[in-house]
């Protein structure tokens, strides 16, 4: 979702105007553009952290029924240091490179400089890495539990079970249950289509082609989490550069009019914002 920033005088009630459109194609020209490294971050921070915890580590978790609370720590801490290394300058880009992206602000261009030190860009990024780190860690965990519940842990052997956690850490408990759904599938076609092949080598092959598709969904979630921080930040750094221009008597007195791209891709809550000014 983006908004808009128009003169008053130029607001109609409820209606998608060419400068609201011209604002979704300048964030989803920048989504293009920047999205990829941000993804690419998240992907290969998952995979360090599926090889930092150790087999032992994940048959324990099996045995017992959940994470320890060191596991739980570790994830925390490297979501925190992932923030304050990578995101918070990913944040800052994007925040700054929002700050112009209203067509309103064309005219001023030259005569108007962004302050991106300001205190509500500096709280804005460190509330965000807050709730990156604190909603990330989360969602890991629940996910990893999912796969401990009693009912699926007496499906399983404690290796296997041990083996199939590893691909999943970094994904959502909707993912990870995909995940397992895959690997059943596999270990079945195996077994129907190379009967004489042993139990040890079918949980082996399969294991193998359910990681390559962990790896596919890991993407998927990367690029909703890129698109997504990306978007955050866009349009914070929209809306403070409209109120430093204003504050610099550059424009005049705006209205904000919340935008959305009228697909299936918007969730509910920002469909319902939809033309609210």
């Known amino acids: 979702m983006s908004w808009t920033i128009i003169p008053a ?5 409820r209606s998608k105007s060419g400068n609201a459109q011209e604002v979704l194609d300048r ?16 992907c290969g921070f998952w995979k360090e952290q599926q090889n930092a915890i150790s087999y032992q580590e994940l048959r324990e978790a099996v045995l017992t029924g959940d994470i320890t609370e060191e596991t739980y720590q570790a994830w925390s801490n490297d979501y925190a240091a992932l923030v304050k290394e990578r995101f918070n300058g990913i944040w800052e ?3 700054a490179k929002g700050s112009t992206s209203q067509p ?3 005219k001023i261009a030259d005569s108007f400089v962004f302050n991106t030190q300001s205190p509500g860009i500096l ?15 989360l969602v890991q965990t629940e996910a990893i539990r999912a796969l401990l519940e009693e009912r699926i842990r007496e499906r399983y052997g404690v290796d296997e079970l041990a083996r199939l956690i590893r691909p999943c850490v970094g994904l959502t408990v909707p993912q990870t249950q995909s995940a397992r759904k895959f690997y059943d599938r596999a270990v079945e076609k195996l077994i129907k289509d190379h009967p004489r092949m042993s139990d040890e080598n079918i949980r082996k092959n399969a294991l193998k082609s359910t990681s ?11 690029v909703t989490i890129a698109r997504t921080e990306l978007a955050s930040a866009y349009n914070h750094g929209a809306d403070l550069g409209i109120r430093q221009a204003q504050a610099d008597y550059l424009i005049g007195t705006c209205i904000k009019k919340w935008s959305t791209a009228l697909n299936e891709n918007v969730c509910p809550t920002c469909e319902a914002l ?3 000014e």
Do not use: C
């Open 104 to 106: 309103i602000m064309d």
């Open 274 to 276: 939809e033309g609210t």
């Open 123 to 137: 709280e804005w990024i460190a509330d965000r890495g807050a709730t990156l780190v604190t909603n990330s860690t």
């Open 27 to 42: 964030l989803n020209s920048f989504l293009t553009d920047e999205m990829e490294g941000p993804a690419e971050i998240m």
């Open 93 to 95: 880009s994007a925040i």
């Open 212 to 222: 390559v598709y962990a790896e596919r969904l890991h993407r998927q979630r990367a």
């Open 9 to 13: 005088s130029r607001v109609k009630k």
